[in-house]
């Protein structure tokens, strides 16, 4: 390459050219040569997200082998929720890095760069510079990524709102076909717990919304409405989103998530480490950035997508839009505000609450974490609850503790 380096002597040493496939593209990468055998990775993977995929032995899954060749992950179940990132003291798990092709694509004259940034992002972007809470503002981000090259910045909180639509309306059919009365309907923006109930609760994934998660749904209108009103075609243009989350990468890499000729609504999903990462790396001071609005077009969004990025605010933005759909009014600002704020009902590792919608009384659950929402199917499955809607995020506290937000190691930021 242009930097003179011929051969990458840590590639050769991969055993097999199968196995470097998965050190380069599966999402989450182990390097062995920095682990210290902590197990705190398996810790939070199995105690917490009650996944066990890392393994010392082969199993009936499909498997990946790691850099040593001796260690074994259950790909098949790993959610890429990424938890095992943030908890990994030595930096010995990590993302896969995006950086350098969006770099490129930002290079590239002939390629129009389109920015979204989730909800989440915007709580913790700031801390990696320093930044007072007030200074850390959404616009100040929005500045600094034009800064960088972007053509256009939005918000994925505009999308949030077509998921909430589509997720409301979804929600209000099925109840009145009847298709809830054994089984809730889940959220399906989370590509973590959406990967965990397929490996984990198949006979669930049919109650999974039908809708895209606010990225994919985002991708897609970039590369189909916004591409024609800006008289550019969509392989002209890359679509990067800014997510707290490493199951994001495997999100908009699935084939479901490409056009009919194969054009993938999102090209490159990076984490919020990343997009700290890359802004370094151009010198941007982001002290000294303007705030600048997001783009028109797509640049316009209510407060539901905003707090999507906690725990219960997808479930609260779809019952206040669902209430909307049944009676033609928008609700009080807090009649929905319990599925966020009630205490958990008996020890249980799921929050629920009962609303009168409809002429029914709906009854929903929120859960955050992979091992509470184990709990939460079983129950389920056992009849030992019944629920007509239920919110699942595979992070604790949902999105803005997710798997690729900022790492704190006492005064190490990584
Ligand atoms: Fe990603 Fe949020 Fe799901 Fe975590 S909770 S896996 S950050 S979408």
Known sequence: NELGVVSNPFEEDLPSPKLRQWSRHFPLIRDTAKCIECM???????????LSVWDLVATGGRTRVDVSGNRLIRESDCAICGQCITHCPVGALYERDDVQKVLQALEDPDTV????IAPAVRAAWGEAFGLEPEQATV????????????DYVFDTSYSADLTIMEEGSEFLARLGRGELDKYPMFTSCCPGWVRFVKSQYPQLAGQLSTAKSPQQMFGAVVKNWFAEK?????????????????AKKDECALPTMKNEVGIPDVDYALTTREIIRLIRSEHVQVQNVLETPFDRLLGDYTGAGVIFGATGGVMEAALRTAYYL??????????????????????RAWREAEFEMADSTIRVAVASGLGNARALCEAILKGEVHYHF?????????????GGQPIHCDDIER
């Open 390 to 402: 239920v919110e699942i995020m595979a992070c604790p506290g949902g999105c803005v503790g997710g």
């Open 40 to 50: 705190r990775c398996i810790q939070i993977c199995d105690k917490v997200q009650s």
């Open 230 to 246: 800006i008289g550019v075609p969509p392989e002209k243009i890359c679509c990067v989103s800014v997510m707290p989350c490493v």
């Open 326 to 347: 049944v009676t033609g009014y928008n609700p009080r600002p807090d009649s929905f505000r319990q599925v966020r704020e009630s205490r958990r009902a008996d020890g």
């Open 113 to 116: 760069t389109v920015v979204q």
């Open 139 to 150: 616009n100040r981000l929005a500045g600094a990524l034009r800064a960088v090259g972007f």
